[in-house]
């Protein structure tokens, strides 16, 4: 800031022959040239890989005292002129002559120097005039105005032989070579080349004393874009001052070796000399008489040359005069004008306290300060046009005397005081942030708790002021759980802290009341805010480690159920394959049933296999309790009428002295399962409780009501988290002789049992069965006391259990085929696909049958028109059931097909897939020919065969 007042206090010095300075310009960041330079010397060529010559340093020059930069791109001069009508670049370079032409399609600047067109010839050549040209070779440099001229010409003086180049070089190399006679040139480059090359061997032939030139003198000029406008006449001035200080004389002599002469012959220039005499006496009364009016011109001049150096001073700036008694504003910048928003015709001429305001008491102080000049800086606030104040700091200059004027330059503190202001901002938000961060905060110096934040009082049970000056083994048990004295351990965490290891570790801290609290403790240091000091963040994590002890428990479960589920897919493996064993002994038997007299020995025993195999049937159902495969069949089920229905069967087994108390809500809720498994969930609880209490008195109670379960119930009941919403609860209670601990922990586990006859697999079905309805069961004991089951199952309202019943098989005589309708037949297990081709063959229907389903996929693609049903079945080598049936749409996107499956249909979702219905395995007779009857009648079997005619 202090190089800007000084410069402006140069440009004021200068300016103080003038009365009134007003400064127009706006204020704006330093331009920058793009010049374009065809390469011409000596005015811009390279040189040791830089450009240089007369035009580079005088732009250069003018450039620097504007404070502008430049950037220069070398191209050919018919490019260069292009560019710069395009405005895509704001000068160009390189000896480039004014014509009106040329005028008409871009600016100028002002002229720098005069030259011409002369002609250049070997030495000794006969040509010296332009009318010698006739016959012989010209050389020029393509598009310049030395083309033109020759072209010109035309046959004026002679046929002429044009021989046009690309450079100057070009040009008079091929003189000096003899490939022209003559050159038609530009006279300063001819000049400089044949001095710096062709001494001896090119000459200039000039022409008459007061026409040197082929065409007259042309002024040389920089053309400029459009774009260069807003800076052309500042760049005029400065050539203008550049021009009368001398640097163009200067820069002449550097490059020409002189200031610029067109007259290289002695005789001539003796003959000038002469002429010039004579006219001296005139040009001299003429001088006198202009004298005058030149300095004033040139004051002029300077004076506008210097306010555009004081409006460009990028601070805001003004000149105060107090010639009359009042400091009356004198001059301003654009930078003032800016700030305060107004005009500087509003600004001039009025009194420095209109624009400011320091307050009463030191207007009048400040004033006089300026009045004896012993005020240098201080803060002010000016007044924008908008009454606003701004805060700036004003720096103040006293012109030399006798002049009573001041310059004073502001600086705009607004950014400085929002700066300022962040600052105080930030330290009150972290203080904010420390005092109410969640989590407990301790800044410790030398192991001394210098600070505390709110949090750390609540959570410890005390205040932040008790804490203070305290170390944290005061406010610690004496060891920690890990077995560590805690003033060992804390002092060991903060030195690591201190030497740049960030801290992590659990801390147990001690209330007055003797209370416990585990934190996770972060400790590193703060380097910051000194050598020793180390900042410890310790969150709560008391509730945390409680619930850690409760997933471990859950964890347990999750572990007991992964043993359920490896037995399950042992189960399920074997219980499947039954399946298929038993459907065809099933079938079979039943198929030989029917031609059997009945009443016969022989139907008697077929009945005897058939039911044999219905009861192995179940077992596998059972089997597939512990088995993924085998998830409950969702029905709505009435657990009123299931408890009644289980305790109905159950208690005549019971001894006589068994008390029954039974507890069963009237609105029961139903529960969305599988009846058979809820039965044998109650029914394995029932027979639990009479084996604990054996031939003995004692009391079975079970007791049934709908509850609302959410994360406070699972708290307050001891229940495992369970979703939000609303559950039976069934409670089996007895009086028997209860678990132990150790009991209790594998109670669930397959196999296991306390009994000699048991088998292990009664609870592990119930645990297995109610977690798969989504629900859980909790077990309370006593040793000799008795045990309490209680299960907790997702139930609905009896009202929105209604109209959700599945529709089963209607048992009676086998339906028959309408109109004797084709079935595709398709399974692996030889046996069952045989007594499905019997039954429906005998049915009256059509009936293909493959064991291979890429063979049954061939099958349909040339017989899918005239196919009416396809029974898959699920498992299959090379491609199961649900795969065929996608290759099936493929071929008809209307295939009715029903799957087959040794698992039940809740593991096998046939609706989600597409299949219009689901057979399990082993099925009978009466179920087969039900389900193809009733899939027939179904929409999409009528819509699977396109060739099917209508019926009235």
């Not at 003189?175 to 480059?189: I, K, P, R």
């Not at 002449?252 to 000399?273: A, H, M, Q, V």
Request: proline residues 5%; hydrophobic residues 40%.
């Amino acid at each position: 800031m202090r190089s800007a007042v000084g410069f402006a206090i140069i440009a004021v010095l200068l300016l103080i022959p003038i009365s009134r300075v007003r400064a127009s310009t706006p204020v704006s960041s330093p331009p920058q040239l793009v010049v374009a330079a065809n390469i011409y010397e000596p005015f811009a060529f390279q040189r040791d890989d830089h450009l240089v010559g007369f035009d580079v340093d005088l732009v250069n020059l003018i450039a620097s005292l504007n404070g502008w930069s430049v950037r220069y791109e070398t191209t050919t001069f018919a490019d260069e002129l292009q560019r710069v009508q395009n405005g895509t670049v704001d000068l160009g370079i390189g000896s480039i002559f004014w014509t009106s032409d040329r005028a008409s399609h871009y600016a100028f600047t002002s002229s720098y120097l005069n030259s011409g067109l002369v002609l250049v010839t070997p030495v000794g050549s006969a040509i010296h005039n332009p009318r010698d040209l006739g016959g012989h070779r010209v050389a020029v440099k393509t598009g310049t105005v030395s083309d033109d001229y020759v072209t010109s010409l035309d046959d004026r003086y002679g046929q002429l032989q044009v021989q046009r180049y690309a450079s100057p070089e070009e040009v008079l190399a091929a003189l000096a070579d003899g490939q022209a006679d003559v050159a038609v040139h530009d006279h300063v480059n001819a000049h400089f080349l044949i001095d710096d090359r062709y001494q001896g061997i090119l000459v200039i032939q000039n022409g008459d004393l007061f026409t040197p030139f082929l065409t007259g003198r042309r002024p040389v000029a920089f053309p400029a874009a459009r774009n260069m406008l807003p800076l052309l006449s500042q760049f005029n001035a400065t050539l203008a001052e550049v021009r009368r200080s001398g640097l163009l004389a200067q820069l002449e002599t550097k490059w020409f070796g002189t200031t610029i002469s067109f007259y290289t012959d002695t005789n001539r220039l003796r003959t000038t000399l002469l002429v010039l005499g004579g006219i001296a006496v005139v040009l001299f009364a003429i001088y006198l008489l202009a004298s005058r009016e030149r300095a004033a011109r040139g004051a002029r001049d300077r004076a506008a040359y210097y306010q555009q150096l004081f409006a460009a001073v990028p601070e805001p700036a003004l000149l105060v005069d107090d010639a009359d008694g009042q400091l009356r504003i004198e001059a301003v910048n654009g930078a003032l004008c800016t700030l305060l928003a107004r005009k500087d015709s509003d600004l001039l001429g009025a009194t420095l306290g209109s624009i400011m305001f320091i307050g009463q008491a030191d207007v009048s102080k400040t004033l006089t300060s300026l009045e004896d000049r012993s005020l240098t800086s201080a803060r002010w606030q000016f007044v924008a046009s908008d009454r606003t104040l701004i805060p700036v700091e004003v720096m103040t200059s006293n012109l030399p005397t006798p002049s009573k004027r001041v310059l004073i330059v502001a600086r705009d503190l607004r950014d400085q005081l929002k700066a300022e202001q962040t600052v105080r901002t930030a330290y009150q938000q972290y203080h904010a942030l420390f005092d109410e961060a969640p989590d407990p905060i301790l800044i410790i110096s030398d192991h001394v708790i210098t600070q505390a934040n709110t949090a750390a009082g609540r959570v410890l049970a005390t205040t932040t002021e008790q804490l203070t000056g305290k170390i944290i083994p005061n406010i610690s048990p004496a060891m920690q759980p890990d077995g560590r004295p805690s003033a060992d351990a804390m002092r060991t965490f903060e030195d690591q802290a201190l030497a740049g290891q960030a801290q992590r570790f659990d801390w147990t801290f001690v209330t007055h009341d003797g209370r416990q609290v585990i934190c996770e403790a972060s400790l590193q240091s703060i380097p910051s805010a000194g050598a020793s000091i180390v900042q410890g963040i310790f969150r709560d994590v008391t509730e945390q480690r409680l619930t850690e002890e409760r997933t471990r428990q859950l964890e347990k479960e999750l572990l007991q159920s992964q043993k359920m589920e490896a037995v399950g897919r042992l189960a399920g493996g074997i219980a499947h394959d039954f399946n298929n064993l038993m459907g065809g002994i099933m079938g079979h038997a039943s198929l030989l049933r029917v031609d059997a007299m009945q009443g016969t020995d022989l139907y008697r025993g077929l009945d005897t296999i058939e039911r044999a195999a219905r009861r192995a049937a179940d077992l596998t159902h059972r089997l597939l309790s512990f088995s993924r495969n085998g998830t409950p069949t969702i029905a709505d089920v009435d657990m009123g009428e299931v408890l009644a229905d289980t305790l109905s069967i159950a208690m005549p087994g019971f001894d006589k002295r068994t008390v029954l108390v039974q507890s069963i809500s009237p609105d029961l809720a139903y529960v969305p399962g599988d009846r058979t498994q809820l039965e044998e969930v109650i029914l394995n609880l029932v027979i639990n409780a009479r084996d604990a209490m054996g031939h003995h008195d004692g009391t079975l109670t079970v007791d049934a009501c709908n509850v609302i379960i959410d994360e406070s119930f699972c708290v307050s009941h001891d229940v495992p988290v369970l979703p939000n919403g609303n559950y039976l609860q069934i409670r089996v209670s007895d009086t028997g002789c209860g678990l132990s601990p150790e009991a209790r922990d594998h109670l669930f586990e397959p196999f296991f049992t306390t009994r000699p006859e048991g088998t292990g697999l009664g609870l592990s079905i119930v645990w297995r069965v109610v977690h798969d309805h989504g629900g859980t069961i909790t077990v309370a004991s006593v040793p000799n006391q008795g045990t309490t089951f209680t299960l907790y199952l997702p139930a609905i309202s009896r009202a929105e259990a209604q109209g959700r019943a599945r529709q089963t098989p209607v048992s009676g005589s086998l339906p028959r085929s309408a109109r004797g309708e084709s079935v595709l037949i398709v399974d692996d297990e030889d046996v069952v696909r045989s007594v499905a081709v019997k039954v429906l063959s005998g049915l009256g229907y059509h009936v293909i049958d493959t064991a291979d389903p890429v063979n049954a996929l061939a099958i349909y693609k040339d017989s899918w028109l005239s196919i009416d049903l396809v029974l898959v079945d699920m498992m299959m080598p090379h491609m199961n059931g649900k795969d065929l049936f996608e290759k099936l749409r493929e071929i008809n996107p209307s295939v009715a097909a029903i799957l087959m499956s040794g698992y039940d249909a809740t593991d096998t979702p046939f609706a989600s897939t597409g299949f219009v219905a689901f057979i399990p395995k082993p099925y009978t007779l009466q179920e087969l020919a039900t389900r193809v009857r009733q899939s027939l009648s179904t929409p999409a079997a009528r819509a699977s065969n396109p060739s099917e005619e209508p019926t009235v």
